[in-house]
């Protein structure tokens, strides 16, 4: 009777925790669920202006892969206006002054809004910290440094994706 009681125990907290998220309101924003749908369609009305720079063309990128998947809009509802900014610091300085470590910080600040009456309905910002190698030669520290972009800049498109999720799952529907 010993052992029945920790596998009975087990298996009520494998049960209990979604039954008691159910109970409260919770609701995933990804999933196939009307919810998750609406959110998906309220993503895809989002129209991304074209963001300055060669790192920029990238976020933007990646953003239409996150929010369009049957195409870009042919008429949105709402336009995404993003300026980025990137600022790279050295670290892990040597006897000799040279660096072997460097930090990238991205940092994208971005408005949502609303096309028909030009008004601003969601203003935030979303920031992405990434570190490379410095190394003794220059491609390589040429593609870690790209590397190191690639990634932060995939961050802050999660990040701007899941914000504005959050903001067509609460506010708008």
Not at 12 to 40: D, I
Not at 111 to 117: A, M, P, R, V, Y
Request: aromatic share 8%; glycine share 6%; charged share 20%.
């Amino acid at each position: 009777m010993a052992l029945r009681f920790p596998c009975l125990a087990t298996a009520l907290l494998l049960v209990l925790p979604p039954v008691a998220l159910g109970g409260c309101g919770f609701k995933p924003v990804y999933g196939t669920a009307s919810q998750g749908s609406a959110v998906g369609a309220a993503l895809a009305n989002v129209q991304i202006d074209p963001i300055v720079d060669r790192n920029g063309q990238v976020l933007r990128n990646n953003l239409i892969d996150r929010f369009y998947t049957d195409g870009r809009p042919s008429s949105a509802r709402y336009r995404l206006a993003v300026a980025l900014a990137a600022t790279e610091e050295e670290l892990g300085i040597q006897q000799d002054a040279t660096a072997t470590r460097a930090r990238l910080r991205l940092q994208a600040s971005y408005e949502l809004i609303e096309i028909s009456t030009g008004q601003v309905v969601y203003r935030t910002f979303s920031r992405s910290i990434v570190s490379f190698n410095l190394l003794d030669s220059q491609f390589a520290v040429l593609a870690t440094r790209q590397d190191a972009y690639d990634r932060g800049l995939t961050e802050l498109a999660d990040d701007i994706r899941t914000r504005l999720s959050l903001y067509f799952a609460r506010d708008v529907q």
